[in-house]
């Protein structure tokens, strides 16, 4: 069984950066694709960034330029580093995987909360 789970979300100040991590645990024999993903009060979950196992990397026009995703496959964990956080970037940020042929898991999510 694989579990991801996700740590580094918080209270921030706008502008300020956090550090998102995904770990995944468990029985895995390859991860592929991972991202993640963001789900606001009221609004669908939305996508904020996905990274192949090569480290080719794919984000939502929103998060290009401030976000950035990457990966290190030896941890099984994936991160992405948040810079120039708005008030808007406020959601619960769920980590997804990839754990073989099309077997997706999910995060159990952290909050962020960005005040102005």
């Known amino acids: 069984q694989v579990q991801l789970v996700e740590s580094g979300g ?3 100040q706008a502008g300020g950066s956090l550090r998102l991590s995904c770990a ?3 029985n895995i024999f390859r991860l592929g694709l991972m991202g993640w ?7 669908q979950r939305e996508l904020v960034a996905t ?15 401030r976000f950035t995703v990457s990966r290190d496959n030896a941890k099984s964990t994936v991160y992405l580093q948040m810079n ?3 008030p808007e970037d406020t959601a619960v940020y769920y980590c997804n995987a990839n754990v073989g042929g099309w077997n997706y898991l999910w995060g ?9």
């Open 10 to 12: 918080g209270l921030v």
């Open 108 to 116: 159990q999510g952290t909050q962020v909360t960005v005040s102005s």
């Open 84 to 86: 120039s956080l708005k």
């Open 24 to 26: 995944a645990s468990g």
């Open 51 to 65: 990274i192949t196992a090569g480290g080719s990397t794919n984000y939502a026009d929103s998060a290009k330029g």
């Open 37 to 43: 993903y963001r789900q606001a009060p009221g609004k």
